[in-house]
């Protein structure tokens, strides 16, 4: 059985989908980057800054509220202070923290990177994600196999692929790691 591996290459982190006061509707708030950070006397709350794509407004999305500095290691608090770029991927890629402030996870801009598939022999097929994600591992593999609904509905019913872990293919979402089993016969 050949062995192959699809890498996810996240080109953008998520949106965070919700309520604009200035545009008066609900629209993608795109992650700038950059921390906020204020002291309150002996305490920190720190923020990461996400813009409307409509008008540019911004909405602070919470990390920490009221935490002591030396909860903090302090090469996360030097990165928070310097907005560094990594950590706020880190924090962007966080869909469970987007949700926690009350925000809708939108879908991230990605490429996957990898070999197309051989129909000819049976493919053990590795999907790897540094971030687990909203995004469906039908659509995934629809687009790199190009193929339709239907088609990828009767590779499923047939048996020509099938998750090792038991996962329902039509309705699994991404995380870290998945392996399936591709074999045409």
């Known amino acids: 059985m050949q062995k192959l591996t699809w890498d996810i290459q996240y080109l953008s982190p998520p949106s965070a989908i919700k309520y604009c006061k200035k545009c008066g509707k609900k629209t993608e708030h795109l992650c700038s980057g950059l921390f906020?950070?204020?002291?309150?006397?002996?305490?920190?709350?720190?923020?990461?800054?996400?813009?409307?794509?409509?008008?540019d407004?911004?909405?602070?999305m919470t990390?920490?509220?009221?935490?002591?500095?030396?909860?903090i290691t302090h090469?996360?608090?030097?990165?928070?202070?310097?907005?560094?770029?990594?950590?706020?991927?880190?924090?962007?890629?966080?869909?469970?923290?987007?949700?926690?402030?009350g925000a809708e996870v939108g879908l991230p801009k990605y490429k996957i990177l990898g070999d197309n598939i051989n129909f000819n022999t049976p493919i053990e097929l590795h999907i790897k994600s540094s971030y687990p994600s909203r995004l469906k591992v039908s659509s995934l593999l629809r687009e790199k196999m190009n193929l339709s609904q239907n088609?990828?509905?009767?590779?499923?019913?047939?048996?020509?692929?099938?998750?090792?872990?038991?996962?329902?293919l039509k309705k699994c979402r991404l995380q870290a790691d998945v392996i399936l089993i591709i074999d045409k016969e």
């Open 36 to 55: 906020r950070i204020n002291a309150q006397r002996k305490y920190l709350d720190i923020w990461l800054i996400y813009k409307c794509s409509d008008c």
């Open 75 to 101: 090469e996360i608090l030097d990165g928070f202070n310097s907005n560094n770029r990594e950590l706020s991927k880190i924090y962007a890629m966080n869909t469970e923290l987007i949700r926690k402030n």
């Open 151 to 168: 088609a990828f509905e009767q590779m499923i019913t047939s048996g020509s692929i099938r998750s090792t872990s038991g996962l329902d």
């Open 63 to 71: 990390i920490y509220s009221r935490i002591n500095p030396k909860s």
């Open 57 to 60: 407004s911004t909405w602070n």
